[in-house]
């Protein structure tokens, strides 16, 4: 299965795509930790993207492009993949919609994780990663609501989009996504 998830930050995207991956098996591809390990080996990649991560902005659209790029072309990735926190711009979707279109393998769903505001900044907070500081939230919320959201109604109009109620606990809300990946599978 070919899985894109989005959602604002603290949405538990990461949180799900675990147990997603150990029930469904697909390649987990996290475009946040493939750009935080890059800023931990200080690759070239990395040192582009840390500022704008630790602003809580997007990093620029063909940076991450290409490395989804050739990430997909990675052995592990030809059986499925759950696409975690890519695409969040109308250009990368479109860029990703060449490649898949290219492959002749389409996107099988996307799950859009919805929760409140409040209940997010509550999350991150007890979190702690370097960019979980409430003026970092807020503009990664604002990234969010701006560059990511009109993505909502372009996978819409694809008849991909199925939203689902992120609040609850962790093991109700999987029972939610098990739904829907059943009944696309
Ligand atoms: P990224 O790493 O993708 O961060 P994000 O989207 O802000 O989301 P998070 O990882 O913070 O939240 P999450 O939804 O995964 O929630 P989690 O499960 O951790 O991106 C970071 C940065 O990288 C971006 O700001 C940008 O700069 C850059 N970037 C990445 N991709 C990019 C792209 N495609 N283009 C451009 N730039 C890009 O959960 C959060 C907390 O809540 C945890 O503590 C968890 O334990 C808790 N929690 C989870 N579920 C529940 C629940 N049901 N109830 C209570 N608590 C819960
Ligand atoms: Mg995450």
């Known amino acids: ?5 989005i959602g604002p930050p603290g949405a538990g995207k990461g949180t799900q795509a675990e147990k997603i991956i150990a029930k ?3 390649a987990h591809l996290s475009t946040g930790d493939m750009l935080r390990a890059a800023r931990d080996a200080k690759s070239e990649i990395g040192l582009q993207a840390e500022k704008f991560m630790a602003a809580g902005q997007l990093v620029p659209d063909e940076v991450i492009v290409g490395v989804i790029e050739h ?3 990675e052995p592990d990735c030809q059986a499925g993949y759950l696409l975690d926190g890519f695409p969040r711009t109308i250009a990368q979707a479109e860029a990703l919609d060449r490649m898949l279109t290219a492959k002749g393998t389409p996107l099988n769903v996307v799950l859009e994780l ?3 505001d409040e209940e997010l900044y509550r999350r991150l907070a007890g979190r702690g990663r ?3 500081q409430p003026e970092v939230i807020r503009e990664r919320l604002v990234a969010y609501n701006n560059q990511t959201s009109p993505l909502l109604q372009y996978y819409a109009k694809q008849n991909l989009l199925a939203t ?3 609040l609850g606990t ?3 809300i999987f029972a939610r996504i098990e739904q829907v990946l059943d009944s696309v599978q």
């Open 170 to 172: 962790v093991d109700e």
């Open 114 to 116: 919805r929760v409140p």
């Open 24 to 26: 469904y098996r697909p």
């Open 164 to 166: 689902i109620d992120g």
């Open 130 to 132: 370097a960019d979980d």
């Open 1 to 5: 299965m070919r899985i894109v998830f």
């Open 71 to 73: 990430r997909l072309q």
